[in-house]
């Protein structure tokens, strides 16, 4: 039976651990009794009080950052460049503003239904492979911002699908952020060595 990850575990102070920690773990989504499934394979870290390639760095506060205020295990997601729309987990406690994107994930159920919402016709791996790729088959958009990462439309569970070593981890810098001044050399990406289903190694 299948073991959804609890409000205690998106609370915990270390942004960057759980980061790496979801790596493997299978995140679902169930929408409009359409559920498709996949195992994270990559993952990017945002620290609040000091990254500056955080959305709320310094503090800031405004229509679209004021979520990531909250206490963790809810959704953040917004549009990238007016196309991609980018699912992050709110992590932390109360006022923290710490996130993780979810970068890549490689399918388990449902790949037919993530062909149809990426208007594909056969499965790659570029199917699930980039943040606004991943969101756009999961169905998972901005109506979902704020959502409660313990209910049933879209969660995250504790998986066995995958076996891998703690080696296969990998930690490099983070993608598209070159404004972020010396933060954007910092080692917050990871992702699974041993999948096909990542954006860029």
């Known amino acids: 039976m299948s073991e959804k990850l609890t409000i205690s575990y998106y609370q915990h102070h270390d942004v960057v651990e759980l980061s790496r920690d979801l790596i493997g773990k299978k995140i679902v989504s169930n929408i409009n009794g359409e559920l498709t499934s996949g195992i994270i394979t990559e993952t990017e870290a945002y620290r609040g009080y000091d990254d500056k390639a955080c959305h709320a760095h310094l503090g800031r506060f405004t229509d679209r950052t004021k979520v990531m205020y909250e206490p963790g295990g809810v959704a953040y ?110 080692p917050w990406r990871f992702y699974l060595n041993t999948s096909d289903y990542i954006s860029r190694r």
């Open 77 to 186: 997601v917004y549009l990238c460049y007016g196309i991609h729309h980018l699912f992050n987990i709110i992590t932390n406690t109360d006022g923290n503003a710490d996130a993780i994107l979810i970068r890549a994930v490689e399918p388990v159920e449902g790949i037919d239904i993530m062909l149809k919402r990426r208007g594909k016709k056969k499965l790659d791996k570029t199917l699930t492979s980039g943040p606004g790729n991943f969101s756009k088959a999961f169905a998972l958009d901005k109506s979902f911002y704020g959502a409660d990462l313990t209910g049933d439309e879209v969660w995250i569970e504790k998986s066995d699908l995958f076996r891998f070593r703690e080696s296969d981890i990998i930690s490099t810098t983070r993608i598209g952020i070159d404004y972020a001044g010396e933060d954007k050399n910092l």
